[in-house]
Each structure stands twice: as structure tokens, then as C-alpha cells.
């Protein structure tokens, strides 16, 4: 499975129709330890660009981006009890929501990992 | 960032040390170190932090009469603190406030013996000073010392960690100040803070900042903290960010903030009165106010944040107040929050709702500090 990357530094992760999202290891780095996540309810339909979760710090609030179009199908709900997990292990453990997408086709069109690096 | 931002003298330390720097009142400063604003918040409250706040401004007045009773009465004329009252080598709190009594500062004002030493917020500190001059050149002289270096050292082991470069501080009790030599510098030494811990602020001349500094992160205890970290403490320790909690819109009264006017300037003390906006303190201070200053907890991990509104029910149907402060207390290990609510709302543990993201988060009044102060009284 390729990984893609947003310019708002989200990651995207597609089985089939369905993606995992979360924030990439730069974002964590510079948000700090978060204290509470949280996604929009599931069945939510999002476009690409829409806030589908926010995180906080002890300071400020950030809305995570859908990367593409497509309805909300899950939380990582360990992250209620402990928000850390997303900067220990960013891209792993600490994902933040899955989606069904609309089109698949559509993360192709989003950042590579190369370039996401190059940014 | 651009270069019309000002530097303090810790500004290479600074950035030696790993700083990520932010604008901030016109000044490029810290607002966190490596370590992160959630360790340094815990180190503060565990061992002792090290704050680089150069960019307050510092003041000193004196009298042209050589008597410095004669300055703190002059001051008394734009502040309803007593002054006059206050004993040499003691520190006060206290706010400016305008014909409205809406809040122009806050500030700490300390009795030199010889002067009155003042420490003024970075993003007022001209308006201050002028304000100041304008209202007693007469009678005393105001020099501004915007160039001074301020750092504090906060946290139950700063006297541990001071000690061994400034015997005298040991000896200080809360709200003391000296002047006094540190690690062989010439300080203002207060023993005072914006954390709710004990500590110390010191200022210094601004070519001696970085030994003062480096002497004191030589300590086993100290390490450098950021703004974020500043923030979160005094919210936990329940002091007010002047521009957040109290402004020109809020009054001492409706701010909470009476226990700051001494009884000499109380109604039916000696010297009732005499300061900008007198008339409605003391009708407030008598009648009461139909919005108070609290502290506020909400349920769930979730910060309820500046800006948020307060509901007195679930549904948001009924406004009541709105929240002025509010962040995740690391120390608590809660949101904690502080807001204006209506008077009729303001009891201890009220029950009221927050507007986070359109739901309505249940939020209790709590008394604060949120944290028991660790002051050396």
C-alpha cells in the first residue's frame, strides 16, 4: 500500500476503498504532545479539504484535513484515553480516522512521499 | 521574521539553546525549548524553570523630593493600590485604570527605599510610561529601563538552585525585593512570579543577561522555558493575561481583582479613591457587578478555549458569559479555563456549558488557583 501526503501534512493510506488518515511526523513534531483528538462522527460526508478532526495541544487547537472526498467510517479510539500515541508513533499506532473515499483515483493526485519531503 | 522585531539581550542564548522564537509584543521571543511546552510546564512545577521576559518593561520612579512616600502617593493618584502603605523592600500588585475603570495594565510595584522599581507587560509598556510621566513628572522623575534584561526563576527548588550564587536570597520571603549581586552581577532581586510557584524575578543590565542566565542554567535544577509553558502555569495558578482576562472593557471589580485594593483606598478608608474611574469602583465595589471574573473546569479532556461562549443550558439557548483564558492544564491534567459570567452563574461549581465545535461541552465554576501556590510566605 502507498502512503500519500498532503500540503497540510496528513497522511493517506488506501485499501481498497478504504483509507486511513493521519498526521504526518513533522506535524506531530510541531504541534507537540497532544492532550485530546477527535474526528467528526462517523458517516459524516467530507470533501477534500473539510475538517474531519481536530487536535490539541496544551495551547491551540488543529483541524485535521480529509485529503479526498468521502464519508467517515472510524476513530482510533485509543487515542481518547491516550492522545500521546499519535506522537509516539505518528504514522503508525497514531492514526487519527479512516474514510471511504469516493474515488480512489483521487489520492493519486496527492502529494508522494518524495515530494512531501521536498516540501 | 521580519526586522522590526526587537531582540532581548537572551536573544543568542536563545537560539544557542534550541528556541523555536515567535513574535510576540514586538519582541522575537521563546515560546518553547527542545524539551517541549508539556515537559517544561511539569519541570516548572517540579524542579525550577528559567524564563527569559526581557521584553516587560521596567520603570523606575523618585520623587523630586527625595522621599519616596511622596512617589507612591503620585502613583496612587493612577493606580487603587496602597502604595504609600507599602513597606521598603516589599512588592504589590496593582492595575492603571481609566476614567472608565476599564484595566489600561497590570503591574508590580516595589518600594527601592530610594525609588519605586515597576514592572509593566511588554505590549503596554510605552503607553505606561507616558501615561506615567504625563501624570507625575511634576512631582517625580520616570526613567524607563526598556533595555534591562527580566528573567524569572520559578518552581519549589529556584531558592535550592539560587543559593549558591546569591546567599541573600535565601533569606527573602514572598513579594521581597533587594538589590543585590548574582553569580557577581548587579540584580533586582523580587521573589514573585507569573507560575503560582515560588521564585524569583531578576533583572539585570542587559550586557550582564547572559552570565546571570548561564549561571543560572548551570544549575542541576534549571532548565530554560518557553511562553507556552508562561501561559499555561498562570492559568493553572489562576493569574489573569492582561489583553485576555482583563482590558480596557473590564472593570477591577467585574475582573475579580478587589483583594488588589487595600483597605487605605477602599470606601471609607484614608485615601478613598483618587484614581481614574474611582467613582464607579467604589459603586461597584458597594452594589456589586452584574458579570464577575471565574475560574472554570470542564468535563473531558477537551480544552474549552478563549472565545468560547457559556451557556446556562445544554442546548445554547441561554448566553451568560464567555470564556477568556482556557487551555489543558498539564498539572491538572484537565481543561481548565477562566471567563466572565453573569453574576447570577458566578457560585462555585455552577454547572454551565461551553460551545466547542457546536456541542455543548459541560463546564463547572471552580475556585482558583487550580493548583495549590507554592509561595514562601
Keep these: 500500500m502507498t502512503t500519500y501526503y498532503t500540503k497540510s501534512h496528513e497522511w493517506i493510506r488506501l485499501d481498497g476503498e478504504e483509507a486511513t488518515v493521519g498526521i504526518t511526523a513533522h506535524a506531530s513534531e510541531e504541534l507537540g504532545e497532544l492532550v485530546f483528538v477527535e474526528a467528526k462522527d462517523e458517516g459524516t460526508d467530507v470533501a477534500a479539504g473539510d475538517a474531519a478532526a481536530v487536535v490539541e495541544s496544551v495551547k491551540a487547537a488543529s483541524d485535521i484535513y480529509a485529503p479526498v472526498a468521502g464519508v467517515l467510517s472510524g476513530f482510533n479510539t485509543k487515542l481518547s484515553d491516550e492522545p500521546t500515541l499519535v506522537g509516539n508513533d505518528p504514522e503508525g499506532e497514531g492514526w487519527i480516522f479512516k474514510m471511504k473515499v469516493s474515488n480512489p483515483d483521487d489520492v493519486t493526485s496527492l502529494l508522494t512521499a518524495e515530494q512531501y519531503k521536498s516540501l | 521574521m521580519t526586522d522590526s522585531l526587537q531582540r532581548t539581550p537572551l536573544h543568542a542564548l536563545n537560539l544557542e539553546l534550541g528556541a523555536k522564537m515567535v513574535p510576540f509584543a514586538g519582541y522575537e521571543m521563546p515560546l518553547q525549548y527542545p524539551a517541549g511546552l508539556m515537559a517544561e510546564h511539569l519541570h516548572t512545577r517540579s524542579k525550577a524553570g528559567l524564563f527569559d521576559v526581557s521584553h516587560m518593561g521596567q520603570i523606575r520612579i523618585s520623587a523630586r523630593s527625595g522621599d519616596v512616600r511622596d512617589a507612591a502617593l503620585a502613583l496612587e493618584s493612577l493606580i487603587p493600590a496602597d502604595y504609600a502603605g507599602l513597606a521598603k523592600g516589599r512588592q504589590r500588585y496593582g492595575f492603571l485604570t481609566n476614567d472608565a475603570a476599564g484595566i489600561l495594565d497590570d503591574l508590580m510595584v516595589a518600594n ?85 510557584e515560588d521564585g524569583y524575578e531578576i533583572g539585570c543590565a542587559a550586557a550582564d543577561a547572559e552570565t546571570v542566565a548561564r549561571a543560572l542554567l548551570a544549575q542541576p535544577q534549571v532548565l530554560p522555558i518557553g511562553l507556552g509553558a508562561r501561559d499555561s502555569l498562570r492559568l493553572e495558578a489562576g493569574l489573569c493575561l492582561y489583553g485576555n482576562d482583563i482590558d480596557t472593557t473590564t472593570t477591577p471589580i467585574e475582573a475579580s481583582l478587589a483583594w488588589a485594593i487595600q483597605k487605605a483606598r477602599r470606601e471609607g478608608g484614608s485615601r478613598e479613591g483618587g484614581y481614574p474611574g474611582a467613582e464607579i469602583v467604589l459603586r461597584q465595589a458597594r452594589e456589586g457587578v452584574s458579570r464577575k471574573r471565574v475560574g472554570l473546569m470542564a ?23 464567555v470564556v477568556t483564558s482556557g487551555a489543558f492544564g498539564p498539572t491538572v491534567q484537565a481543561p481548565v479555563a477562566m471567563g466572565y459570567v453573569a453574576t447570577d452563574y458566578a457560585g462555585n461549581d455552577t454547572a454551565l456549558f461551553a460551545e466547542l465545535r457546536g456541542k455543548f461541552v459541560p463546564v463547572h465554576i471552580r475556585a482558583m488557583p487550580f493548583v495549590a501556590p507554592g509561595f514562601k510566605r
Excluded at chain 2, 541573600?168 to 521573589?191: K, Q
Excluded at chain 2, 468535563?299 to 458569559?321: H, N, T, Y
Design chain 2, 299 to 321: 468535563e473531558g479532556r477537551a480544552p474549552v478555549r478563549a472565545g468560547a461562549k457559556l451557556f446556562a443550558d445544554a442546548e445554547g439557548q441561554k448566553e451568560i458569559g
Design chain 2, 112 to 196: 527601592m527605599g530610594d525609588d519605586l522599581f515597576v514592572v509593566v507587560n511588554a505590549s503596554c509598556k510605552e503607553q505606561d510610561a507616558g501615561l506615567i510621566e504625563a501624570a507625575l513628572s511634576n512631582r517625580c522623575v520616570v526613567t524607563r529601563q526598556f533595555d534591562r534584561a527580566l528573567m524569572a526563576l520559578q518552581g519549589p527548588q529556584a531558592q535550592e538552585a539560587l543559593a549558591p550564587l546569591c546567599r541573600a536570597a535565601v533569606d527573602m520571603r514572598f513579594m521581597d525585593v533587594i538589590e543585590t549581586e548574582l553569580a557577581g552581577v548587579p540584580v533586582t532581586l523580587s521573589r514573585s512570579g507569573y507560575t503560582g
